[in-house]
């Protein structure tokens, strides 16, 4: 997924949080990163910066927990991080396969995206 969209969904969730809660400003916004997104956590970081110039989001933090990547493989049994091939042009759709066999495989794990705590400020 492509880090801007990725850091515009985190800040109108954030926006959405803080005015439900009639907070002043955001403090601190944790996420939990999955490596098979193939977001870049600084790329991340960056965009994240770059879109929070509204006063309640303004200097907050962005900590990333990158979660590893886990897929299985129904041909050798294989569980573990996949091998995929860095082509910037398959970020949006990336293929991963099993560094044993080469055959496709399930993700299990490393796919999410997930805001896990917000700390704000009244
Ligand atoms: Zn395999």
Known sequence: MHEFSVASMIVERVKGEASKHGARKVRRVEIKLGELTLVNPEQLKFN?????QDPILRDSE??????????????????????????????????FSCPVCESPVEVIKGREIVISRVTLEF
């Not at 994240?48 to 929070?52: G, I, P, R, T, W």
């Not at 927990?65 to 398959?90: N, Q």
């Open 62 to 95: 962005l900590i990333i927990e990158v979660i590893p990547g886990e897929v299985s493989c129904r041909e050798c049994g294989f569980r573990g991080r996949p091998t995929y091939r860095d082509d910037p042009a398959l970020h949006l759709a990336p293929i």
């Open 48 to 52: 994240y910066m770059v879109l929070s």
